[in-house]
């Protein structure tokens, strides 16, 4: 079953915009990471936030996690056509033997217009 | 090297054949997983591989699902009398040492 849910489900913006999505997960993290799927590369890792950080950057990418409300969101800035994809929140959970294993949200399809 | 490669891409069935679906992780990879992917929905795990050893296979949906890593390398996910709802696309991923994982491009079963 997936871990949690994101949201929006879909989202449209212009070119040169901000994309946020946020997704909310239900048990104990080890960490949360972000992947993209697109039909040309398949799903790619974006970045990754542990349990103990607040906020991370990469290039044009900022997630922020927060722990208390089990949520996490991704900011894209300056949206480009090329971030045209399906954007999936990760999780590990804390504890136990779960080997890393991966428990995906359900996605968010985020499409920029040029 | 070259990332995680499937094989076949894609593969359509008649309901009650069997299928195998292969998996070539990245070269001295230790962990190998498995997952499902339903049309519009997140992956969700199958199974995990640590080089040869199955270590979990608590995501395999049915005894009709198996998997296997004999020489700790490639990886073989065998679905025995396929059925109309294991539809999907079945990814791959790799990892050594990291938290995150190096997916294949899948391979999309269609039974019909």
């Known amino acids: 079953s997936q871990q949690g849910e994101e949201d929006p489900q879909a989202l449209s913006i212009q070119e040169g915009e901000n994309a946020t999505m946020n997704c909310s997960y239900k048990?104990?993290?080890?960490?949360l990471q972000w992947y993209r799927q697109n039909s040309g590369r398949g799903l790619v890792h974006l970045i990754l936030?542990?349990?103990?950080?607040r906020e991370k950057h990469s290039g044009r990418l900022r997630v922020t996690l927060d722990t208390s409300k089990k949520s996490s969101s991704l900011l894209i800035t300056a949206s480009r056509a090329a971030d045209t994809a399906s954007y999936f929140c990760?999780?590990?959970?804390?504890?136990?033997?779960?080997?890393?294993?991966?428990?995906f949200g359900q996605g968010t399809i985020l499409t920029v217009h040029p | 090297g070259a990332g995680v490669s499937q094989s076949p891409r894609y593969k359509v069935a008649k309901r009650g054949q069997d299928v195998a679906l292969r998996c070539d992780p990245i070269?001295?990879?230790?962990?190998l997983f498995w997952y499902q992917q339903a049309l519009g929905q997140g992956p969700e795990f199958l199974t995990y591989?640590?080089?040869?050893?199955?270590?979990?296979k608590s995501g395999l949906p049915s005894d009709r699902f198996f998997a296997e890593r004999p020489e700790g390398s490639v990886s073989t996910l065998k679905i025995q009398r396929t059925q109309q709802e294991d539809s999907a696309v079945y990814l791959c991923?790799?990892?050594?040492?990291?938290?995150?994982?190096?997916f294949g491009p899948g391979t999309r079963l269609t039974v019909l």
């Open positions: 991923a790799s990892s050594l040492g990291t938290p995150w994982q190096y």
């Open positions: 048990t104990s993290i080890n960490n």
């Open positions: 936030i542990r349990s103990n950080e």
């Open positions: 990760a999780t590990t959970s804390a504890g136990g033997t779960s080997y890393g294993k991966l428990t």
């Open positions: 070269s001295g990879h230790v962990s």
């Open positions: 591989f640590q080089n040869e050893a199955q270590l979990d």
